[in-house]
C-alpha cells in the first residue's frame, strides 16, 4: 500500500514512516521541510497552497501536519484556524477532484474533550472549545465529516498525549528532561510546576501503530461518528510519575526539586484518561509499550543526542 504522510518530518511522522516499512506498505512523506533523513520518497510542499501533483493515486494518506501545540495557538489564533483548515481543505478537494478511493486519517486530538467529565471518555464525551487550537482541530474534524460526504474515505483520529524518544520540548517529558539536566549541571533544584495532575499517556510507537492499523481497519461505507477514534492508554499518570522515572534514568534521583508557581495552570484538570474500546475492538489495537519503557527510551535517545 502507498502512504502519504504530511507532516512526516515531524515527531509522530518520522515514527509512522518506520512503522509503515516495518509492515511492507510503501510511505511518501509530505511535508514544507527539506528531509534526507526519512529514507523514503519525498515531497517537499506548501499543503495550505497545494497538494503535490502524482500523490492523488495513492492508496492511502495519513494527515499529520499543521500546527499542534495548545499554548501558542492563545498568540496566533487566527493562524491555527487558517492554517489547520486550509491543509484538509486543499488535501480534500485535490483528492475528491482526482476521485480517489484513498483512505484518508485525519487526526484531530484529545484535546477536543472537555476534560470536566466523567472519565474515561469515549468518542461520544463532551467536547470544548478552549484554546484555538481545540477550534481549529474540531474544524478540521467538521471538514472531515464534509469531505467524508462527498465520497472521500475519511477516518478522523484523536490521540491522547503521547510521549517517546524524537520528542522535542514544549511538553512535559522533554521539559522535565532538560529542566533536570540544566540544574543538575547549574548545582540547583529543578523547578517544577503542579506534578501532581494526571494525564494519559501513550507511546509514539503504539499511536503509529494505531494509525498503521486504522488505514486497514474494515469500517462502514459512509462517513459517520463511528469513524472517529479515540488513540489512549486507558490509563492516567502524573507528572510525578514520569519526573521520578526520568530522574532515575538521568541518574539524578536525588535531585532536589523547587515549585515554580509561574508554571502553574490553577485550572487545571486533576486527571484526564481517555476510552480506547471502540479502537481496540475494530482493529485488535492494544498498547504495547509500558510507560517506564517510553521514558527510559525517551532518555536514551536525549542523551545520544546530547543536551538539546
Same mark, same amino acid.
Given at each position: 500500500?502507498? %502512504?502519504?504522510?504530511? #507532516?512526516?518530518?515531524?515527531?509522530?511522522?518520522?515514527?509512522?514512516?518506520?512503522?509503515?516499512?516495518?509492515?511492507?506498505?510503501?510511505?511518501?512523506?509530505?511535508?514544507?521541510?527539506?528531509?534526507?533523513?526519512?529514507? $523514503?520518497?519525498?515531497?517537499?510542499? +506548501?499543503?495550505?497552497?497545494?497538494?503535490?501533483? #502524482?500523490?492523488?493515486?495513492?492508496? /492511502? %494518506? @495519513?494527515?499529520?501536519?499543521?500546527?499542534? /501545540?495548545?499554548?501558542?495557538?492563545?498568540?496566533?489564533?487566527?493562524?491555527?484556524?487558517?492554517?489547520?483548515?486550509?491543509? $484538509?481543505?486543499?488535501?480534500?478537494?485535490?483528492?475528491?477532484?482526482?476521485?480517489?478511493?484513498?483512505?484518508?486519517?485525519?487526526?484531530?486530538?484529545?484535546?477536543?474533550?472537555?476534560?470536566?467529565?466523567?472519565?474515561?471518555?469515549?468518542?461520544?464525551?463532551?467536547?470544548?472549545?478552549?484554546?484555538?487550537? @481545540?477550534?481549529?482541530?474540531?474544524?478540521?474534524?467538521?471538514?472531515?465529516?464534509?469531505? #467524508?460526504?462527498?465520497?472521500?474515505?475519511?477516518?478522523?483520529?484523536?490521540?491522547?498525549?503521547?510521549?517517546?524518544?524524537?520528542?522535542? +520540548?514544549?511538553?512535559?517529558?522533554?521539559?522535565?528532561?532538560?529542566?533536570?539536566?540544566?540544574?543538575?549541571?547549574?548545582?540547583?533544584?529543578?523547578?517544577?510546576?503542579?506534578?501532581?495532575?494526571?494525564?494519559?499517556?501513550?507511546?509514539?510507537? +503504539?499511536?503509529?501503530?494505531?494509525?498503521?492499523?486504522?488505514?486497514?481497519?474494515?469500517?462502514?461505507?459512509?462517513?459517520?461518528?463511528?469513524?472517529?477514534?479515540?488513540?489512549?492508554?486507558?490509563?492516567?499518570?502524573?507528572?510525578?510519575?514520569?519526573?521520578?522515572?526520568?530522574?532515575?534514568?538521568?541518574?539524578?534521583?536525588?535531585?532536589?526539586?523547587?515549585?515554580?508557581?509561574?508554571?502553574?495552570?490553577?485550572?487545571?484538570?486533576?486527571?484526564?484518561?481517555?476510552?480506547?474500546?471502540?479502537?481496540?475492538?475494530?482493529?485488535?489495537?492494544?498498547?504495547?509499550?509500558? %510507560?517506564?519503557?517510553?521514558?527510559?527510551?525517551?532518555?536514551?535517545?536525549?542523551?545520544?543526542?546530547?543536551?538539546?
Amino acid at each position: 500500500m502507498r %502512504v502519504a504522510v504530511t #507532516g512526516a518530518t515531524g515527531f509522530v511522522g518520522h515514527h509512522l514512516v518506520r512503522e509503515l516499512l516495518s509492515a511492507g506498505h510503501e510511505p511518501i512523506g509530505v511535508s514544507d521541510l527539506a528531509s534526507a533523513e526519512l529514507g $523514503v520518497p519525498f515531497v517537499s510542499c +506548501d499543503l495550505t497552497r497545494s497538494w503535490p501533483a #502524482g500523490l492523488e493515486g495513492v492508496d /492511502a %494518506v @495519513v494527515h499529520l501536519a499543521g500546527l499542534s /501545540a495548545v499554548g501558542p495557538s492563545f498568540g496566533a489564533p487566527r493562524q491555527y484556524v487558517e492554517t489547520n483548515s486550509a491543509m $484538509v481543505t486543499t488535501m480534500c478537494e485535490a483528492l475528491v477532484a482526482a476521485g480517489s478511493g484513498a483512505r484518508v486519517l485525519v487526526v484531530s486530538s484529545g484535546a477536543v474533550y472537555d476534560a470536566f467529565q466523567s472519565h474515561p471518555i469515549p468518542e461520544s464525551g463532551a467536547l470544548a472549545t478552549n484554546s484555538p487550537y @481545540v477550534v481549529s482541530k474540531l474544524l478540521v474534524e467538521n471538514l472531515a465529516s464534509y469531505y #467524508g460526504g462527498r465520497g472521500l474515505d475519511v477516518v478522523v483520529a484523536r490521540p491522547f498525549n503521547h510521549i517517546g524518544p524524537g520528542q522535542k +520540548d514544549g511538553f512535559l517529558l522533554p521539559d522535565l528532561v532538560t529542566e533536570a539536566m540544566t540544574a543538575a549541571s547549574e548545582g540547583r533544584p529543578m523547578r517544577v510546576g503542579d506534578l501532581g495532575t494526571a494525564r494519559d499517556y501513550t507511546d509514539v510507537r +503504539d499511536v503509529a501503530r494505531a494509525y498503521r492499523q486504522l488505514l486497514g481497519a474494515a469500517l462502514g461505507k459512509d462517513f459517520a461518528a463511528d469513524r472517529v477514534f479515540n488513540i489512549c492508554s486507558g490509563r492516567a499518570r502524573t507528572g510525578t510519575e514520569l519526573c521520578d522515572l526520568a530522574l532515575a534514568e538521568l541518574g539524578l534521583s536525588d535531585l532536589e526539586r523547587s515549585i515554580d508557581e509561574s508554571r502553574i495552570r490553577p485550572n487545571d484538570p486533576r486527571s484526564v484518561t481517555g476510552d480506547h474500546e471502540r479502537l481496540s475492538r475494530v482493529t485488535g489495537w492494544a498498547a504495547g509499550h509500558r %510507560v517506564e519503557e517510553t521514558v527510559r527510551d525517551y532518555v536514551a535517545e536525549r542523551l545520544a543526542r546530547g543536551h538539546a
